[in-house]
């Protein structure tokens, strides 16, 4: 009998390396330890064993089944192992490759360029102040000084909101520039103290809203900053010497301004500064169009009626006021050639910055 259990075993042995996936394996289970197996068959046969043979038979029986037992879990390793290696080469997974590298967000080129014009505006002295982008026709145009038949009125300029209740001259609309924050900082300013105002030095940044035509050079959606300084003794020199100072921290110290005379209703005299290509160094180029110099901003002395709206007395308080685009300085300092880049949200734009 223990001849017939060396033969059991080595034949299971045997069988089991032909056993090369799940299936074969729990075929092979029942053949070789299942309960009809030849192993467990011999089991039944103990009874015809003499009592001298039964312990050595019996021990030897035992080793079979453990060994047999032993063999067939390890040959279910190796089959899970080989379908692991099979799917991996299937997949072509190489755990070699390098990682997907992580995309990391910045700051839009419209919010650095504002940013670091609040920032030089804070060093001369400019606090931010911000004002709401819903404004009514009084504090966009009326308290402006802008005549009743101005065209930028017209509704083809403006953004009007629905609101009931309104009063016909006073609709509400979103604001077309930064500027009717200056009656709203104005009035609050000049609430603290009626007889006596104080001075004001502010940036107003923010959105504006224009009913255009999108094209290349104009938005419907942009941004302004505003400035404005209000006091006793404020000259025209004060502005040219304020603004020329920002253009040479904004552009770098060499850069030249130049003044044109404009018009604005709010501002009396009102003037826009030009800054010498940069781009060029004012020999000419497509950007400043080969005339050497880039328009930058609006500005002007503060209209008599625009600080009586706001609650300074003209004959004490002088003042001046500008209002520049932070898209614009930045299509000029990067070469951007359609502002429609900025709203376009195409990440291969954006990652430049
Ligand atoms: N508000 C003017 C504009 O939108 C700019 C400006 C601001 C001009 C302040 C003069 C003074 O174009």
Not at 52 to 81: D, F, Q, S, T, Y
Not at 106 to 130: C, D, K, N, S, W
């Amino acid at each position: 009998m223990l001849e017939k259990l060396n033969e059991i075993q080595a034949a299971a042995l045997e069988a089991l390396k032909s056993v090369a996936d799940d299936e074969a394996l729990q075929a092979w289970r029942v053949a070789h330890v299942g309960r009809s197996s030849p192993l467990m068959q011999l089991f039944k046969e103990f009874g015809k064993l003499s009592k001298e043979e039964r312990p050595a038979v019996g021990k030897r029986a035992n080793e079979v089944k453990v060994a047999l037992e032993e063999a067939l879990a390890e040959r279910g390793m190796m089959i899970k192992e080989t379908e692991l290696a099979h799917s991996l080469e299937e997949d072509h997974l190489d755990v070699t490759l390098p990682g997907r590298p992580l995309r990391h967000g910045g700051l839009h080129p419209t919010t650095q360029t504002l940013r670091r014009i609040l920032g030089i505006l804070a060093e001369m002295g400019f606090q931010v102040y911000t004002s709401r982008e819903v404004e009514s026709d009084a504090y966009n145009f009326q308290h402006l000084n802008f005549p009743p038949d101005h065209p930028a009125r017209e509704m083809q300029d403006s953004f009007y909101v629905e609101s009931e209740g309104r009063q016909e001259d006073d609709p509400l609309l979103m604001r077309t520039h930064t500027s009717p924050g200056q009656i709203r900082a104005m009035r609050e300013f000049a609430a603290a103290d009626p007889d006596n105002p104080p001075p004001i030095r502010i940036s107003l940044p923010g959105m504006c809203y224009r009913y255009e035509q999108i094209t290349s050079r104009s938005e419907i959606q942009f941004n302004q900053v505003e400035g404005l300084a209000v006091g006793e003794n404020i000259t025209f020199s004060d502005l040219k010497g304020t603004l020329s100072d920002f253009a040479r921290r904004m552009f770098g110290q060499d850069a030249r301004t130049r003044f044109r005379a404009q018009h604005f209703p709010f501002t009396e005299p009102s003037a826009e500064m030009d800054v010498e290509c940069f781009l060029c160094g004012g020999e000419g180029c497509s950007v400043c169009k080969k005339s050497g110099w880039l328009e930058i901003l609006g500005c002007g002395m503060v209209h008599p009626n625009v600080l009586t709206a706001g609650g300074y007395d003209p004959r004490r308080y002088t003042g001046f006021a500008f209002g520049m685009g932070p898209e614009r300085q930045a299509m000029l300092r990067h070469k951007i050639e359609d502002i429609r880049y900025f709203w376009g949200n195409d990440a291969r734009f954006l990652e430049q910055f």
